[in-house]
């Protein structure tokens, strides 16, 4: 049974940091992909960051690229996001996904979703 769990959300002020943890267990991290993504109340789920845990190719959403750094521990079955600079903007709950091989910024192309973690940044 594969599952993801989210940890390290939390309340920070505007130009603060959050690291954010996804501890995956029951995949094989030769064929996934860990893709962040969140969702603001009245918005709809958007992709953030994306690695894939074969070669730690990593892909970011403009939004958030120079401000944001995932990584993987596989030897922990952990992903990171690390949040720098943070902006009211990116309150949000985020959520850690798997999906087979590609990342994707769609939601629907995940297979596996973490129950999610609030960050909210106060301006």
């Known amino acids: 049974e594969v599952q993801l769990v989210e940890s390290g959300g939390g309340l920070v002020h505007a130009g603060g940091s959050l690291r954010l943890s996804c501890a995956a267990s029951?995949?094989?991290?030769?064929?996934?992909?860990i893709g962040w993504f969140r969702q603001a109340p009245g918005k709809e789920r958007e992709g953030v960051s994306c690695i894939s845990l074969s070669d730690n190719n990593t892909n970011y959403a403009d939004s958030v690229k120079g401000r944001f750094t995932v990584h993987s521990d596989n030897a922990k079955n952990t992903v990171y996001l690390q949040m720098n600079n943070l902006k009211p903007e990116d309150t949000a709950v985020y959520y850690c996904?798997?999906?087979?091989?590609?990342?994707?910024?769609?939601?629907?192309?995940?297979?596996?979703w973490g129950q999610g973690t609030q960050v909210t940044v106060s301006s």
């Open positions: 996904a798997a999906a087979l091989f590609l990342c994707s910024w769609d939601p629907l192309q995940s297979d596996y």
């Open positions: 029951g995949l094989s991290f030769d064929h996934f992909v």
